[in-house]
Protein backbone atom coordinates (compact mmCIF):
# COMPACT_ATOMS: atom_id res chain seq x y z
CA UNK A 1 0.00 0.00 0.00
CA UNK A 2 3.15 2.42 0.84
CA UNK A 3 4.56 1.54 -2.42
CA UNK A 4 0.83 2.18 -4.19
CA UNK A 5 0.58 5.43 -2.35
CA UNK A 6 3.77 6.68 -3.59
CA UNK A 7 3.94 5.88 -6.69
CA UNK A 8 4.45 9.22 -8.81
CA UNK A 9 2.17 8.16 -11.51
CA UNK A 10 -0.75 7.93 -9.56
CA UNK A 11 -3.36 10.20 -10.73
CA UNK A 12 -4.24 12.71 -7.63
CA UNK A 13 -6.73 15.87 -7.84
CA UNK A 14 -5.45 18.59 -7.69
CA UNK A 15 -1.94 17.71 -7.71
CA UNK A 16 -0.93 20.66 -9.73
CA UNK A 17 0.56 24.12 -9.17
CA UNK A 18 -1.67 26.86 -9.22
CA UNK A 19 -1.17 30.87 -10.28
CA UNK A 20 0.60 32.13 -7.32
CA UNK A 21 1.62 28.65 -5.81
CA UNK A 22 4.79 27.50 -4.46
CA UNK A 23 5.24 23.77 -4.68
CA UNK A 24 7.24 21.95 -2.02
CA UNK A 25 8.30 17.58 -3.60
CA UNK A 26 8.15 14.90 -1.42
CA UNK A 27 6.77 16.23 2.01
CA UNK A 28 7.35 13.40 4.48
CA UNK A 29 3.95 12.63 6.36
CA UNK A 30 3.21 9.41 8.61
CA UNK A 31 -0.43 7.89 8.17
CA UNK A 32 -2.00 5.66 10.69
CA UNK A 33 -4.46 3.22 8.47
CA UNK A 34 -6.24 -0.12 9.48
CA UNK A 35 -3.03 -1.71 8.62
CA UNK A 36 -0.51 0.00 10.67
CA UNK A 37 1.66 3.17 9.98
CA UNK A 38 2.42 3.80 6.52
CA UNK A 39 4.90 6.64 5.20
CA UNK A 40 3.53 8.94 2.31
CA UNK A 41 5.74 11.73 0.33
CA UNK A 42 3.38 14.10 -1.64
CA UNK A 43 3.80 17.70 -2.65
CA UNK A 44 3.06 20.69 -0.88
CA UNK A 45 1.78 23.86 -2.29
CA UNK A 46 1.61 27.47 -0.85
CA UNK A 47 0.10 30.51 -1.71
CA UNK A 48 2.20 33.27 0.05
CA UNK A 49 -0.18 35.85 -0.59
CA UNK A 50 -3.10 34.38 0.62
CA UNK A 51 -1.04 32.36 3.48
CA UNK A 52 -2.97 29.45 2.13
CA UNK A 53 -1.05 25.57 1.90
CA UNK A 54 -2.61 22.27 0.97
CA UNK A 55 -1.80 18.55 0.39
CA UNK A 56 -3.82 17.54 -2.54
CA UNK A 57 -3.21 13.46 -1.67
CA UNK A 58 -4.56 14.23 1.70
CA UNK A 59 -7.22 15.64 0.32
CA UNK A 60 -7.52 13.10 -2.29
CA UNK A 61 -6.88 10.48 0.55
CA UNK A 62 -9.66 12.21 3.16
CA UNK A 63 -6.82 11.74 6.02
CA UNK A 64 -7.55 13.95 9.08
CA UNK A 65 -4.96 14.30 11.52
CA UNK A 66 -2.62 11.76 9.89
CA UNK A 67 -5.83 8.92 10.10
CA UNK A 68 -7.17 7.11 7.20
CA UNK A 69 -10.97 7.29 6.80
CA UNK A 70 -11.14 4.00 7.75
CA UNK A 71 -9.79 4.20 10.68
CA UNK A 72 -10.94 7.42 11.94
CA UNK A 73 -14.60 5.87 11.55
CA UNK A 74 -13.50 3.08 14.09
CA UNK A 75 -12.06 5.47 16.21
CA UNK A 76 -15.57 7.71 16.16
CA UNK A 77 -17.22 4.48 16.57
CA UNK A 78 -15.36 3.54 19.90
CA UNK A 79 -15.34 6.87 21.11
CA UNK A 80 -18.66 7.35 21.14
CA UNK A 81 -19.62 3.76 22.66
CA UNK A 82 -17.67 4.20 25.84
CA UNK A 83 -15.01 6.05 27.65
CA UNK A 84 -12.32 7.22 25.31
CA UNK A 85 -9.80 4.84 27.39
CA UNK A 86 -11.38 2.10 26.95
CA UNK A 87 -12.00 2.72 23.13
CA UNK A 88 -8.87 2.65 23.31
CA UNK A 89 -8.14 -0.40 24.88
CA UNK A 90 -10.89 -2.14 22.27
CA UNK A 91 -9.01 -0.40 19.16
CA UNK A 92 -5.79 -2.13 20.72
CA UNK A 93 -7.67 -5.41 20.80
CA UNK A 94 -10.17 -5.81 18.08
CA UNK A 95 -8.04 -4.04 15.57
CA UNK A 96 -4.52 -4.05 16.84
CA UNK A 97 -4.52 -0.24 16.30
CA UNK A 98 -2.70 1.82 19.10
CA UNK A 99 -4.87 5.15 19.95
CA UNK A 100 -4.61 6.82 22.86
CA UNK A 101 -7.76 7.77 24.82
CA UNK A 102 -6.46 11.79 24.57
CA UNK A 103 -6.18 11.40 20.69
CA UNK A 104 -9.81 9.57 20.27
CA UNK A 105 -11.02 12.82 22.29
CA UNK A 106 -9.24 15.65 19.88
CA UNK A 107 -10.98 13.45 16.81
CA UNK A 108 -14.01 13.22 18.20
CA UNK A 109 -13.91 17.21 18.74
CA UNK A 110 -13.48 17.54 15.58
CA UNK A 111 -15.68 14.86 13.38
CA UNK A 112 -18.56 15.51 15.92
CA UNK A 113 -19.22 19.13 14.53
CA UNK A 114 -18.77 18.05 11.00
CA UNK A 115 -20.88 15.08 11.32
CA UNK A 116 -24.17 17.21 13.60
CA UNK A 117 -24.20 19.93 10.91
CA UNK A 118 -24.31 16.76 8.00
CA UNK A 119 -27.03 15.11 9.48
CA UNK A 120 -28.97 18.32 10.58
CA UNK A 121 -29.00 19.16 6.93
CA UNK A 122 -30.37 16.28 5.40
CA UNK A 123 -34.23 16.52 4.28
CA UNK A 124 -36.42 13.76 3.69
CA UNK A 125 -34.78 10.55 3.46
CA UNK A 126 -34.54 8.90 0.66
CA UNK A 127 -35.78 5.45 2.54
CA UNK A 128 -38.85 7.54 4.23
CA UNK A 129 -41.93 5.43 3.01
CA UNK A 130 -45.63 6.58 3.72
CA UNK A 131 -46.58 5.11 7.27
CA UNK A 132 -49.93 4.68 8.90
CA UNK A 133 -48.57 5.85 11.89
CA UNK A 134 -46.02 8.39 13.54
CA UNK A 135 -44.59 8.97 17.05
CA UNK A 136 -42.32 11.86 18.17
CA UNK A 137 -41.16 12.21 21.89
CA UNK A 138 -38.63 14.27 23.76
CA UNK A 139 -37.44 14.59 27.06
CA UNK A 140 -34.35 16.51 29.28
CA UNK A 141 -31.70 14.64 31.18
CA UNK A 142 -28.76 16.56 33.55
CA UNK A 143 -25.30 15.87 32.88
CA UNK A 144 -22.46 16.35 34.96
CA UNK A 145 -20.39 19.53 33.86
CA UNK A 146 -17.25 21.36 34.48
CA UNK A 147 -17.48 23.61 37.24
CA UNK A 148 -16.56 26.70 34.80
CA UNK A 149 -19.64 25.72 32.60
CA UNK A 150 -22.15 25.93 35.60
CA UNK A 151 -21.19 29.47 37.18
CA UNK A 152 -24.31 31.09 38.53
CA UNK A 153 -26.60 28.38 37.34
CA UNK A 154 -29.17 28.00 39.55
CA UNK A 155 -30.32 24.09 40.23
CA UNK A 156 -31.36 21.74 43.14
CA UNK A 157 -27.88 21.67 45.36
CA UNK A 158 -28.58 22.57 49.28
CA UNK A 159 -26.68 25.96 47.97
CA UNK A 160 -28.81 26.80 44.80
CA UNK A 161 -26.06 26.04 42.67
CA UNK A 162 -25.86 23.05 40.02
CA UNK A 163 -24.13 20.54 39.07
CA UNK A 164 -25.54 19.20 35.62
CA UNK A 165 -26.91 21.11 32.53
CA UNK A 166 -29.78 18.95 30.46
CA UNK A 167 -29.34 17.57 27.39
CA UNK A 168 -32.69 17.58 25.71
CA UNK A 169 -32.91 14.15 23.27
CA UNK A 170 -35.69 13.75 20.81
CA UNK A 171 -36.84 10.34 19.52
CA UNK A 172 -39.16 9.35 15.98
CA UNK A 173 -40.58 6.18 15.59
CA UNK A 174 -43.33 4.60 13.42
CA UNK A 175 -46.04 1.54 14.06
CA UNK A 176 -48.10 -0.11 11.65
CA UNK A 177 -51.32 -1.14 13.85
CA UNK A 178 -52.02 -4.76 14.20
CA UNK A 179 -55.44 -3.93 14.48
CA UNK A 180 -55.56 -6.30 17.85
CA UNK A 181 -54.98 -3.07 19.99
CA UNK A 182 -51.30 -4.11 20.85
CA UNK A 183 -48.97 -1.68 20.21
CA UNK A 184 -45.61 -2.36 18.10
CA UNK A 185 -43.06 -0.75 16.80
CA UNK A 186 -41.42 -0.76 14.14
CA UNK A 187 -38.19 -2.92 13.77
CA UNK A 188 -34.76 -0.56 13.92
CA UNK A 189 -37.41 2.25 13.29
CA UNK A 190 -36.56 4.81 15.89
CA UNK A 191 -34.06 7.72 15.09
CA UNK A 192 -32.68 9.93 17.47
CA UNK A 193 -31.52 13.84 18.11
CA UNK A 194 -29.49 14.82 21.11
CA UNK A 195 -28.45 18.83 22.19
CA UNK A 196 -28.09 20.86 25.27
CA UNK A 197 -29.39 23.74 23.02
CA UNK A 198 -32.44 25.81 24.18
CA UNK A 199 -36.08 25.17 23.74
CA UNK A 200 -36.51 26.72 20.60
CA UNK A 201 -33.76 25.25 18.81
CA UNK A 202 -34.16 22.01 20.00
CA UNK A 203 -38.27 22.05 18.65
CA UNK A 204 -36.49 22.64 15.19
CA UNK A 205 -34.33 20.00 14.95
CA UNK A 206 -37.16 17.89 16.28
CA UNK A 207 -39.08 19.21 13.80
CA UNK A 208 -36.76 18.42 11.05
CA UNK A 209 -35.74 15.14 12.11
CA UNK A 210 -39.49 13.87 11.88
CA UNK A 211 -40.13 15.55 8.60
CA UNK A 212 -36.99 13.78 7.04
CA UNK A 213 -38.30 10.94 8.63
CA UNK A 214 -41.10 11.41 6.22
CA UNK A 215 -43.79 13.07 8.51
CA UNK A 216 -45.73 14.38 5.53
CA UNK A 217 -46.57 10.76 4.51
CA UNK A 218 -47.79 9.60 7.91
CA UNK A 219 -51.83 9.37 7.97
CA UNK A 220 -51.27 10.62 11.88
CA UNK A 221 -48.36 11.46 14.22
CA UNK A 222 -49.03 10.99 17.75
CA UNK A 223 -46.66 13.10 20.57
CA UNK A 224 -46.31 11.37 23.62
CA UNK A 225 -44.35 12.49 26.75
CA UNK A 226 -44.39 13.72 30.43
CA UNK A 227 -46.03 16.53 31.65
CA UNK A 228 -43.29 18.88 31.56
CA UNK A 229 -44.52 22.86 29.78
CA UNK A 230 -41.76 23.31 27.45
CA UNK A 231 -41.82 19.96 25.77
CA UNK A 232 -46.43 20.14 25.43
CA UNK A 233 -44.97 23.95 24.28
CA UNK A 234 -43.15 22.22 21.31
CA UNK A 235 -46.07 20.03 20.23
CA UNK A 236 -48.36 22.78 20.39
CA UNK A 237 -45.69 25.09 18.14
CA UNK A 238 -44.36 22.11 16.25
CA UNK A 239 -46.95 19.24 15.47
CA UNK A 240 -50.43 21.33 15.90
CA UNK A 241 -52.24 18.76 14.37
CA UNK A 242 -50.89 15.56 16.27
CA UNK A 243 -52.49 13.62 18.90
CA UNK A 244 -51.37 14.53 22.30
CA UNK A 245 -50.73 11.89 25.03
CA UNK A 246 -49.80 11.87 28.44
CA UNK A 247 -47.51 9.00 29.69
CA UNK A 248 -49.63 6.83 31.60
CA UNK A 249 -46.84 5.74 34.01
CA UNK A 250 -46.42 9.22 35.09
CA UNK A 251 -49.67 10.36 35.51
CA UNK A 252 -50.33 7.44 37.61
CA UNK A 253 -47.11 8.24 39.62
CA UNK A 254 -49.44 11.34 40.26
CA UNK A 255 -52.51 9.67 41.54
CA UNK A 256 -50.48 7.37 43.38
CA UNK A 257 -48.88 10.42 45.35
CA UNK A 258 -52.45 12.05 45.97
CA UNK A 259 -53.21 8.55 47.51
CA UNK A 260 -50.73 8.94 50.18
CA UNK A 261 -51.66 12.19 50.90
CA UNK A 262 -55.39 11.75 51.43
CA UNK A 263 -55.07 8.39 52.89
CA UNK A 264 -51.54 8.14 54.15
CA UNK A 265 -48.51 5.65 53.35
CA UNK A 266 -49.41 1.71 53.19
CA UNK A 267 -53.69 1.95 53.68
CA UNK A 268 -56.15 -0.59 52.72
CA UNK A 269 -58.37 2.18 51.60
CA UNK A 270 -56.25 4.14 49.84
CA UNK A 271 -54.97 1.69 47.44
CA UNK A 272 -58.93 0.22 46.75
CA UNK A 273 -59.33 4.20 46.12
CA UNK A 274 -55.97 3.89 43.74
CA UNK A 275 -56.90 1.19 41.75
CA UNK A 276 -60.61 2.81 41.25
CA UNK A 277 -59.00 6.17 40.03
CA UNK A 278 -57.02 4.17 37.51
CA UNK A 279 -60.37 2.49 36.11
CA UNK A 280 -61.27 5.60 35.58
CA UNK A 281 -58.77 6.50 33.29
CA UNK A 282 -59.29 4.15 30.97
CA UNK A 283 -62.72 5.13 30.84
CA UNK A 284 -61.66 8.04 29.50
CA UNK A 285 -63.50 9.54 32.74
CA UNK A 286 -60.28 11.82 33.79
CA UNK A 287 -62.87 15.00 35.25
CA UNK A 288 -64.53 12.51 37.67
CA UNK A 289 -61.09 11.46 39.18
CA UNK A 290 -60.69 15.19 39.25
CA UNK A 291 -63.96 15.65 40.86
CA UNK A 292 -63.37 12.86 43.35
CA UNK A 293 -60.49 14.19 44.47
CA UNK A 294 -61.71 17.62 44.92
CA UNK A 295 -64.32 16.33 47.04
CA UNK A 296 -61.92 13.82 49.20
CA UNK A 297 -59.26 16.73 50.15
CA UNK A 298 -62.21 19.21 51.76
CA UNK A 299 -62.98 16.35 54.15
CA UNK A 300 -59.89 14.71 55.22
CA UNK A 301 -56.97 16.12 56.84
CA UNK A 302 -54.07 16.69 54.78
CA UNK A 303 -51.67 19.30 52.95
CA UNK A 304 -54.28 20.63 51.05
CA UNK A 305 -52.36 22.93 49.19
CA UNK A 306 -50.06 20.32 47.76
CA UNK A 307 -53.33 17.98 46.97
CA UNK A 308 -54.39 21.24 44.89
CA UNK A 309 -50.80 20.90 42.80
CA UNK A 310 -51.73 17.71 42.02
CA UNK A 311 -54.61 18.20 40.90
CA UNK A 312 -53.86 20.86 38.54
CA UNK A 313 -51.77 18.61 36.70
CA UNK A 314 -54.50 16.55 35.97
CA UNK A 315 -56.36 19.83 35.24
CA UNK A 316 -53.76 21.16 33.00
CA UNK A 317 -53.27 17.49 30.71
CA UNK A 318 -56.98 16.05 30.72
CA UNK A 319 -57.08 16.22 26.85
CA UNK A 320 -54.13 14.07 26.76
CA UNK A 321 -55.32 11.68 29.38
CA UNK A 322 -57.94 9.60 27.37
CA UNK A 323 -56.38 6.36 28.07
CA UNK A 324 -59.71 4.29 26.91
CA UNK A 325 -58.82 5.85 23.40
CA UNK A 326 -55.36 5.12 23.44
CA UNK A 327 -56.63 1.40 23.79
CA UNK A 328 -58.96 1.44 21.62
CA UNK A 329 -57.17 2.34 18.62
CA UNK A 330 -53.73 0.74 19.64
CA UNK A 331 -51.96 3.60 20.63
CA UNK A 332 -48.60 3.71 22.56
CA UNK A 333 -49.44 5.62 25.99
CA UNK A 334 -46.31 5.08 27.79
CA UNK A 335 -43.21 6.78 27.24
CA UNK A 336 -40.66 4.04 28.00
CA UNK A 337 -39.04 4.57 24.38
CA UNK A 338 -37.70 8.03 24.98
CA UNK A 339 -37.23 7.27 28.52
CA UNK A 340 -34.61 4.22 27.43
CA UNK A 341 -33.09 6.78 25.14
CA UNK A 342 -31.84 8.95 27.65
CA UNK A 343 -30.30 6.01 29.53
CA UNK A 344 -29.16 4.29 26.84
CA UNK A 345 -27.91 7.28 24.33
CA UNK A 346 -26.90 9.60 27.13
CA UNK A 347 -26.74 7.72 30.72
CA UNK A 348 -24.81 4.88 29.90
CA UNK A 349 -21.80 7.50 28.20
CA UNK A 350 -22.02 10.43 29.51
CA UNK A 351 -23.04 9.94 32.95
CA UNK A 352 -20.88 7.47 34.29
CA UNK A 353 -18.89 7.99 37.58
CA UNK A 354 -16.31 10.63 37.67
CA UNK A 355 -17.27 12.75 34.82
CA UNK A 356 -17.68 16.34 33.87
CA UNK A 357 -18.12 17.83 30.69
CA UNK A 358 -17.30 20.79 28.67
CA UNK A 359 -21.08 21.88 26.41
CA UNK A 360 -18.37 21.24 23.29
CA UNK A 361 -16.80 17.92 24.52
CA UNK A 362 -20.23 16.49 25.44
CA UNK A 363 -22.06 18.10 22.53
CA UNK A 364 -20.07 15.83 20.04
CA UNK A 365 -19.78 12.63 21.56
CA UNK A 366 -23.82 12.35 21.70
CA UNK A 367 -23.94 13.60 18.19
CA UNK A 368 -22.24 10.69 16.71
CA UNK A 369 -23.46 8.43 19.39
CA UNK A 370 -27.29 9.37 18.24
CA UNK A 371 -25.80 8.73 14.64
CA UNK A 372 -24.84 4.87 16.21
CA UNK A 373 -28.27 4.28 17.24
CA UNK A 374 -30.33 5.78 14.85
CA UNK A 375 -28.40 3.49 12.16
CA UNK A 376 -27.59 6.86 10.50
CA UNK A 377 -23.71 6.39 11.36
CA UNK A 378 -22.78 4.27 8.44
CA UNK A 379 -24.42 6.09 5.45
CA UNK A 380 -22.95 9.66 6.72
CA UNK A 381 -19.14 7.73 6.14
CA UNK A 382 -20.12 6.23 3.12
CA UNK A 383 -21.43 9.61 1.57
CA UNK A 384 -18.40 11.51 3.25
CA UNK A 385 -15.65 8.77 1.83
CA UNK A 386 -17.14 9.41 -1.53
CA UNK A 387 -17.24 13.04 -1.60
Aim: hydrophobic fraction near 35%.
Amino acid sequence: MEALLNDPGMPIDGDERRVGEKRMKGQVKVVHCLFGKIVLRRNYYYNSETRCGRYPLDEHLGLQDGYSPGLLRLICRAGARDTYEVGSDDLKAYAAVEVSGRQINRVIDKVGPVLRSALEAERLSPEAKAVPRMYVSCDGTGVPMRKSELEGRKGKQVDGSSKTKEMKIGCVFTEHPSGDGVAFRDCDSTSYIATMQRCGAFAGLLRNEALRRGMGLADEVVFIADGAAWIWEIARTNFPDCVEILDYYHASEYLTEIVKLLFGKDSDQGDVQLEAWKKLLFEDSIEEVIAQVRGLYQTRTCDVQLVKLKVNYFENNKERMMYGTCLEKGYFYGSGVIEAGCKTLVGRRSKQSGMFWSTNGVENVQAIRAALYSNRFTSYWDKRNAA
